[in-house]
């Protein structure tokens, strides 16, 4: 098992970036096609991302500071649903919101993939959360 970690900068506060970890709309301005959440402990996270079914669990939902799900993808050995664990961490800075991402548990053959998600997904996490459009998406996992 791995984990990933990578952070962001937003211009955005920390209240409008959590927003966009925490509700339907927000989340499917940045990341994925359909998305049913329920942001509280234990409550659903369920994104469909490039024809993948993410799912898990809110492990923690702190505004605006901090969110944590589980993760994984339905009907996959390697990674089922709620097998790693999802941090983002949001703190105030002086132009806005900087967000730590920390993926963990991953399984080894797993990090390059979501490295290579990640680094698609947090770049539109900032277009749409400081307001902008981040536009149809076209990612697919490599």
């Known amino acids: 098992m791995t984990e990933f970690t990578t952070s962001i900068e937003i211009a955005a506060t920390p209240e409008d970036v959590f927003e966009y970890l925490v509700s339907e709309s927000g ?38 500071r901090r969110v944590v799900m589980s993760w994984g993808v339905a009907g996959s050995t390697d990674l089922p649903p709620g097998s790693s664990t999802v941090a983002f961490e949001l703190t105030a800075i002086p132009s806005g919101t900087r967000v730590e991402l920390v993926h963990s548990n991953l399984p080894d053959a797993q990090l390059t993939g979501h490295a290579d998600g990640w680094g698609h997904f947090l770049p539109r996490l900032s277009i749409a959360a400081a307001g902008g459009d981040a536009g149809e998406d076209h990612w697919r996992p490599t």
């Open 27 to 64: 989340m499917t301005a940045w990341m994925g096609q359909h998305a049913t959440l329920t942001p509280e402990r234990g409550g659903d996270f369920a994104v469909d991302i490039a024809g993948h079914a993410i799912r898990g669990k809110y492990l923690d939902v702190d505004r605006p």
